[in-house]
């Protein structure tokens, strides 16, 4: 397949009897970008390889040391790039080597964790979650007899209530609202092109209603209400004249941090959105497996980070265990 094989027009050849190699060749780790479904994810991938080997001058994948990576490595750390975006560059790198292995066009991975151990991370979350009166504060700016209004505060409702992230919001589409099991549901793809069923509650699905009424002429006159249009859209759009296309995400960023700011709340980002639901469901008491199935992630450790309660001595079991008949 297109993703799994390099093409031997690709490979590097070497001068008889010679240790030196030609140039990288960009070419050559290109499929290796394109094996994500997502489109972020494949232009993040391109930003790290490039960087990466424009590091090095373009040095080709088979000279490139231990040492080198650990080079690199330290020269972001001295730059102050965040422990977390030092990892990310790191794993990134260490699994395009890993493609290049499989390959054949290396004997061995010298950026495998062992030999070029990321940063430690910071327990603690960068950010803030909102307090139950600033997400009131927050819910109260977009006026919502108007369209626009009704769309953000749909948006923002729905950032709230399920944790959904920026990527999963602007993919959204008519279709991805079904009636399953007695009850609303949304459907929609995750990190990797994985499919995630989640309640979706009634006060969400109201809103969402009542923003697609107020939008619905327009939708009509320029056919996008169709079950494949996207629910969150722009209403106006001078640049292309495109309506018929999902609300981007830097425009999802930019609604947040707009009513945000509106609201005295402060600056916000979505994710700051994403960070209230989780931390909100724990203060409730829920398990971390219920509020992994509501946020997808794989590892319930990451859950873990977000309950900023679990220091707290009086809540601590200790309190409550007995044997006492």
Known sequence: MRNQVIETELMPASPAGAMAFEKFDARLVAPFYERSVSDETRRAYRRVGTEFFKFFDGKHPIEITVSDVQRWRDHLTANKKSPATVSFKLSVVRSMFDYLKIAGVIGSNPALTKLVPPPALNESLSGRALTIKEVGYLLSGPDRRQTVGARDYALLLLMLHTSLRVSEISALKHSSIKWSHGRWTLKFKVKGGRERTIPLPQDVKTAVDEYLQLDKSRRQT???????????????????????KPISRMMIFNIVRRWGEYSAVGKLSPHDLRRTAITRALDQGLSYRQVQMMTGHKDPKTVMKYDHGRENLEQNAVNFLSYSE
Do not use: A, G
Request: cysteine-free; charged content about 15%.
């Open 222 to 244: 320029l056919k996008s209400n169709n079950l494949e249009s996207h629910i969150f859209q722009p209403i106006t759009n001078y640049r292309t004249l495109v309506f018929d």
